[in-house]
């Protein structure tokens, strides 16, 4: 007879993920909370402090928190050309450098 044990969690990674201001910082995490993970089998909690999206991985084998780390990674490039492109602040102070430069 099968038990229904609960889910643990071994494995867990943080990530700070700078930004150049806090607005930056709460775009990214309006967008990439939008997604929710895909298995039960991985936890993962987004939140925005000053200038900094902070990401909290838990798995519970190493191969889960690792393919679900490289899908984060490939929405936060996402996210990052998107603002990089359509942004206008982005646009400006890239603008600025180039003329400082």
Do not use: G, H, W
Request: net charge negative; hydrophobic share 45%; glycine share 0%.
């Amino acid at each position: 007879m099968a038990t229904d044990s609960p889910l643990t969690y071994p494995c867990s990674l943080t990530l700070d993920v700078p930004f150049p201001d806090a607005r930056l910082a709460n775009v990214a995490l309006q967008a990439l909370r939008v997604d929710k993970e895909l298995s039960a089998l991985v936890q993962r909690e987004l939140s925005a402090a000053d200038s900094t999206l902070k990401v909290q991985y838990k798995a519970t084998t190493n191969r889960m928190l690792r393919v679900a780390v490289n899908s984060f990674f490939d929405s936060l490039a996402l996210v990052l050309e998107v603002m990089e492109e359509l942004d206008e602040d982005v646009i400006e102070a890239r603008k600025a450098q180039e003329k400082t430069s």
